[in-house]
Every structure is written in C-alpha cells, then in structure tokens.
C-alpha cells in the first residue's frame, strides 16, 4: 500500500490550495485519514482527520479556513486551504489506516503514511 500526497507549492497569504492524498495497493477498506503537519523546528501536529463515514475533526488553529473531505471510491482524500497564513508553512502528510486484510470475523488494518509535500505561504 503506497500513499502519495500532491498540491503543495508556494501561495500568498490569503490564498487557497488543495492538497490530495491518494491510496494504491491491496486495499479492503480504509477507516480514518487526516493530514498532519510539521513546520521547521516544531513537531509533527494534527490538522484535520475524517472517518469513512465522513466525519471530521480539525484543529483549532485550522476550523473554518479548511475543509478536509474524501472520495471512498477513489481511495482519495482532500484537504482545502483557503485564507491560508504564513504560519501554516509546513511540510504536509497526510495518513490513512488501511484495512489489509478482511476475514469473516476480523480484519487487520495498518496505518501508512504519505511521503509529504511542502506547503509555503509568503506575507
């Protein structure tokens, strides 16, 4: 299982950008993604989770500027970045906890990271 996450690049501030984080390989299901951050010198932090069924958390930092979503048939997640400022430089990753294997009574699923993609807002 491989995720690959896209759209990061250089924006001003007040701009938008929309991050996807796409999932290939030998997948049943997928329960729970988000997006993480990490910005130079600080740790990694959570920015927004979804479940399968659509629910979502955000950071308080990020509620009402971003809008994480996700696309079951595509094993696909989004995350939309609008009034973007320059503290929310940082490297993006997106995870996905992956249910690789299905059984009559259980399942085991592994969460998988992206490999990232760097997000830089100027003033």
């Known amino acids: 299982v491989q995720l690959q996450a896209f759209g990061g690049g250089l924006v001003q501030s007040g701009g938008s950008l929309r991050l996807s984080c796409a999932a290939s390989?030998?997948?049943?299901?997928?329960?729970?993604m988000g997006w993480y951050r990490q910005a130079p010198g600080k740790q990694r932090e959570l920015v927004a989770t979804?479940?399968?069924?659509?629910?979502?958390i955000y950071a308080e930092s990020v509620r009402g500027r971003f809008t994480i979503s996700r696309d079951n048939a595509k094993n696909t997640m989004y995350l939309q970045m609008n009034s973007l400022k320059p503290e929310d430089t940082a490297v993006y990753y997106c995870?996905?906890?992956?249910?690789?294997?299905?059984?009559?009574?259980?399942?085991?699923?592994?969460?998988?990271w992206g490999q990232g993609t760097l997000v830089t807002v100027s003033s």
């Open positions: 979804v479940t399968s069924g659509g629910e979502t």
């Open positions: 390989g030998k997948i049943f299901s997928i329960n729970d």
């Open positions: 995870n996905a906890d992956v249910v690789v294997e299905l059984r009559t009574w259980s399942s085991r699923s592994v969460v998988y």
